[in-house]
């Protein structure tokens, strides 16, 4: 078979006779292999990708009630959102208080429980399929089963609180404690992030912590200047993907509280939703999805960046 | 790290705790799915039903449209992963092995595109399908998940660590490229498919957003729309509700206890869920 450097030499033989550069017959039968093994793919990405994405550019500056043709009206639609949209604005609250308590609390269970994996414990399979086991089934039937989890009278939730003698809160039928309840519930399924964890906990070499505690480092010490340090990699990918994750939550509002009460949970993804599909204004849906997108980008860009500053690469000298 | 025995037996008592806690709202879900809708909303919690109701599973299958949810979902997500992995094991050999004009612009066509969100393009895709007379079709549930951009891409890093001298020897032996696609790449790959196998086996199995645009007839009704619609209608019937969602969990629960390993290899690869 031919290299790489080999084609590029006749190639350029080619052009110094003045030829028009020509493939030879296993260059055109690997062309068309080429074209026909990624048709499929391309026809897909094409329609369901490409297609929709610059589509949902225009609509995003249309008004559309899509049983009539859409209107281009510019940014006006941006406009609105930005300046006219209280529940826009109560949407992204909404959105950015789930985020920030959500990606930190469950960072920090997820990485204790995979410093527990870790560990020599009995039973460790058996316990890692059990924290995992939530993060895998579906959010639909997650959510029903805590919509009784979190019933006021007769859910087990505030049975328990009534252990103490305390009457426990509304929950999900309360605007000041959906929200909470919905985070609590997200803790539920730090698997995944356990998972991810102990993927990069294995990956430190052993040398690392006998050359540490030869030095004398405690247990504590091993872990802030050995552990931390070789795990931070791990930790930005995690706490990235969690952070555009978290944004998009949907489906627990959609069934649980249906946003409310009051709009506690009316998340931004929700709010699109109503938008495009209740209420049937694409342009504004399509205008608040980009918004969406950008916050996300912008925080995501934001955490890379400071990243340079906490992540610790190997074979980077200096740290730093 | 050793441990001294005193702080192992703490953490071995932590650990059991945190498993027992989380394994609280299972608990309750399969007991409350088999007790009479009295004791559900006894108090305080009836943990052990006086008589076991299976009845509640029959009642949610055949009176609460559970049994048909579960066979479309079955269907549709059957479908969706052997097409999905087809379509983007081709792609991702087109683009790891094969050399033709386009390719590269194409490649970096598709990178570009790669970080826009789904609910970006869902509502352009919701108009394609309303204004192709898709609504409630099996078409409508299947073919958009098939192209999946972050499955190419992931098939494609490990289409390319696979030695390309592996592909000459079998072009030197008379063999062409889509024996090298079906005896080499394909048999050399299988961590890789079946990490995205796995992926997209939860992602469709679990999604809610899709069906509920697309379909509105109950006979289409995937596990989690029957679910949700069942909360909106049957909203008093607590015990049919767990009994459906225990039957959701279950193939889920068993997919994932015969294939764990690489479930967590497949999670800490694509390193999301959702």
Redesign the interface.
């Known amino acids: 078979?031919r290299s790489r450097q080999a084609?590029v030499g006749q190639t350029a033989n080619e052009l110094a006779a003045g030829k028009r550069p020509r493939m030879s017959g296993i260059?055109r039968?690997?062309?068309?292999?080429?074209?026909i093994?990624?048709s499929?793919?391309?026809?897909?990405?094409l329609?369901?990708?490409?297609?929709?994405?610059l589509?949902?550019f225009y609509?995003s500056s249309t008004e559309w009630r899509?049983l009539s043709a859409p209107e281009f009206i510019g940014v006006r639609n941006f406009d609105k959102l930005l300046f006219k949209d209280d529940l826009f604005w109560q949407s992204i609250k909404v959105t950015v208080i789930y985020v920030i308590f959500r990606v930190p609390v469950s960072a920090v269970l997820s990485l204790a429980?995979a410093l527990?994996?870790n560990?020599?414990?009995?039973g460790r399979r058996l316990?890692r399929?059990?924290?995992?086991?939530?993060?895998?089934?579906?959010?639909?039937?997650v959510s029903?089963?805590?919509?009784?989890?979190f019933n006021p009278?007769?859910g087990?939730l505030n049975?328990f609180i009534r252990l103490f003698g305390v009457e426990g809160p509304q929950w999900i039928h309360s605007s000041r404690w959906a929200l909470p309840a919905l985070i609590i519930m997200s803790l539920?399924q730090v698997g995944?992030g356990m998972?991810?964890f102990?993927?990069g906990l294995q990956g430190i070499p052993a040398h690392l912590?006998e050359a540490a505690t030869i030095d004398g480092a405690n247990?504590w010490q091993?872990f802030l200047k050995v552990t931390l340090p070789m795990l931070s990699p791990v930790v930005l990918?995690?706490l990235v993907?969690n952070v555009?994750?978290s944004f998009?939550i949907?489906?627990q509002a959609?069934?649980m509280t249906a946003g409310g009460p009051g709009n506690a949970t009316l998340f931004l993804?929700l709010y699109?939703?109503r938008n495009?599909?209740e209420w049937f204004h694409?342009g504004y849906?399509?205008a608040l999805?980009?918004v969406?997108?950008v916050v996300?980008?912008v925080i995501s860009l934001i955490m890379l960046r400071s990243s340079e500053h906490w992540v610790h690469y190997e074979g980077r000298i200096g740290g730093a | 790290?050793k441990?001294r025995r005193r702080e192992?037996v703490s953490?071995?008592l932590?650990?059991?705790l945190?498993?027992a806690a989380?394994?609280?709202?299972?608990l309750?879900?399969i007991s409350?799915s088999l007790q009479t809708l009295q004791e559900?909303?006894?108090?305080?919690?009836i943990w052990i039903p006086e008589v076991p109701q299976w009845t509640n599973y029959v009642e949610a299958v055949v009176n609460y449209n559970i049994g048909r949810a579960l066979l479309n979902s079955a269907i549709v997500t059957t479908v969706s992963v052997v097409g999905q992995l087809?379509?983007?094991s081709?792609?991702a050999?087109?683009?790891s092995r094969?050399?033709?004009?386009g390719?590269d612009a194409?490649f970096l066509?598709?990178l570009a595109?790669m970080?826009?969100?789904h609910?970006?393009?869902?509502?352009?895709?919701?108009?394609?399908v309303?204004s192709a007379g898709l609504i409630d079709t099996y078409t409508a549930l299947i073919?958009?998940g098939?192209?999946s951009?972050f499955g190419?891409f992931l098939l494609r890093q490990f289409f390319n660590q696979i030695p390309i001298s592996l592909?000459?020897a079998t072009?030197?032996d008379g063999g062409?490229?889509?024996h090298i696609?079906l005896y080499v790449i394909m048999p050399l790959s299988r961590a890789g498919l079946g990490a995205l196998g796995i992926f997209s086996f939860?992602g469709i199995?679990?999604t809610?957003?899709w069906p509920?645009?697309v379909i509105n007839s109950k006979e289409l009704f995937t596990?989690?729309l029957a679910?949700?619609m069942a909360?909106g209608q049957f909203i008093t019937l607590?015990h049919i509700?767990?009994a459906?969602?225990?039957i959701?969990?279950v193939p889920?629960?068993l997919v994932?206890?015969m294939l764990?390993k690489q479930?967590?290899?497949s999670?800490?690869l694509s390193?999301?869920?959702?």
Request: charged share 5%; hydrophobic share 65%; with cysteine.
């Open positions: 078979m084609q260059a039968k690997e062309a068309i292999a080429g074209y093994a990624i499929p793919w391309l026809l897909g990405f329609i369901f990708q490409l297609a929709p994405i589509a949902a609509i899509i429980l527990l994996m560990q020599q414990l009995a316990f399929t059990i924290y995992y086991l939530p993060a895998v089934i579906p959010l639909v039937a029903m089963m805590w919509i009784w989890i009278e007769y087990v049975s539920w995944t998972v991810i102990l993927a912590y247990t091993r990918f995690a993907m555009i994750g998009q949907f489906t959609y069934i993804v699109i939703y495009a599909f694409m849906a399509s999805a980009w969406l997108f996300v980008l | 790290m441990l192992t953490l071995q932590v650990t059991a945190g498993a989380l394994l609280f709202p299972f309750w879900m409350a559900v909303e006894a108090f305080p919690p087809t379509v983007c081709l792609g050999y087109a683009f094969l050399r033709f004009p390719r194409i066509l598709f595109t970080m826009i969100p609910y970006v393009t869902i509502i352009p895709l919701y108009t394609m309303w073919f958009p098939l192209f951009p190419t592909d000459e072009l030197i062409n490229h889509w696609y939860l199995w679990n809610l957003f509920v645009l596990l989690p679910l949700a909360q607590i509700q767990m459906g969602s225990v959701a969990c889920v629960i994932f206890l764990q479930f967590i290899s999670i800490a390193g999301m869920k959702q």
